[in-house]
């Protein structure tokens, strides 16, 4: 049911319809088209009948496009009591709290707001760099660094955030030369100690208005090939990246780099960029070290 409380709004479901909706809304759509388009891209089973449409409801109802069809289908709940049956199963105190505020709900809508909420123009941030981008930058004593981008991650056209993010892996290069492609795909993978509480490989998420700020420090010097069976790897369900902010990169590496002149480092397996382009073991790996630290 994926509910926190009887509320009309206390519901994943709910939250999930609603910001669809939005986004479609804030795209121009009009109401009815909205729920039209939501009702043919949903198979809505019984059980999720209720929380379905009454997110349409209440969608239709704040952009004043309410149509008969759906008060008819919240009318339906409230007098059959369909889709309620999960509530019946938590209890005669919970269903009838949660009866009460679908008949409440009912009566509010019957009344026309008097102005519909505002079609909001939200700017979109389309990923910067492309799978494979060999990238450089320079760090605080005045070398180069250098990162490669493993995949581009486009955002979702229902999304409501519209922001795009590049996976990046940054690496131990430190150079007076600026890097050519050659360079990076030799160059080590950045494994930071220097903070126990984040210690692992940095390939980490920046999202596309955070790197926009900071893009002239970027320069790209090339493009690797990074195989499709990486990418489909690291997007399966349950993976854990960190999301980053550049303004923090060079001081990460630098932090690393001096941390290591002073300090042993812990037995790991030395990574190269041109070992994670189209090897999922070595991602294991990877992520297995990561994960050692987030759940102990």
């Known amino acids: 049911m994926g509910a926190w409380g009887q509320g009309i709004k206390q519901n994943d479901l709910f939250g999930d319809i609603y910001d669809t909706f939005r986004a479609l809304y804030y795209d121009g759509l009009e109401p009815n088209q909205i729920r039209e388009a939501l009702e043919r891209d949903n198979e809505v089973d019984e059980d999720d009948f209720a929380e379905f449409w009454t997110a349409i409801a209440y969608s239709q109802w ?13 009318k339906e709940i409230k007098e059959t009591e369909r889709g309620l049956q999960l509530w019946k199963e938590a209890g005669d105190k919970e269903f009838k709290k949660r009866k009460k505020v679908i008949e409440e709900f009912y009566l509010e809508i019957q009344t026309e707001r008097p102005t519909p909420i505002r079609r909001l123009k939200i700017k979109p941030y389309p990923p910067i760099f492309e799978q494979g981008d060999c990238l450089t930058f320079k760090l605080d004593d ?67 208005k955070d790197l926009g700020k900071d893009l002239k420090q970027i320069e790209k010097v090339g493009q690797i090939s990074i195989s499709d069976k990486v990418v489909e790897f690291v997007n399966r369900p349950g993976r854990c990246f960190n999301f980053d902010h550049w303004k923090d990169v060079r001081s990460t590496i630098n932090s690393q780099l001096t941390f290591e002149t002073d300090n042993k480092l812990p037995d790991y397996r030395k990574l190269k960029v041109k070992d994670i382009t189209d090897n999922v073991d070595n991602w294991k790996y990877m992520l297995d070290e990561r994960y050692k630290y987030i759940f102990p």
């Not at 952009?63 to 008819?72: D, M, S």
């Not at 955030?161 to 950045?190: C, F, H, M, Q, W």
């Open 62 to 74: 704040v952009t004043k496009g309410l149509e008969k069809y759906v008060l008819e289908k919240i």
């Open 142 to 208: 005045n070398n180069y660094g250098a990162a490669v981008v493993i995949e581009k991650i486009n955002f979702h056209p229902l999304s409501l955030s519209k922001l795009g993010s590049n996976r990046i892996a940054l690496t131990k290069y430190n150079g007076i030369k600026k890097p050519d492609t050659n360079d990076i795909v030799n160059a080590e993978i950045l494994y930071t100690t220097f903070r126990k509480w984040n210690e692992a490989f940095n390939v980490n998420t920046f999202d596309a």
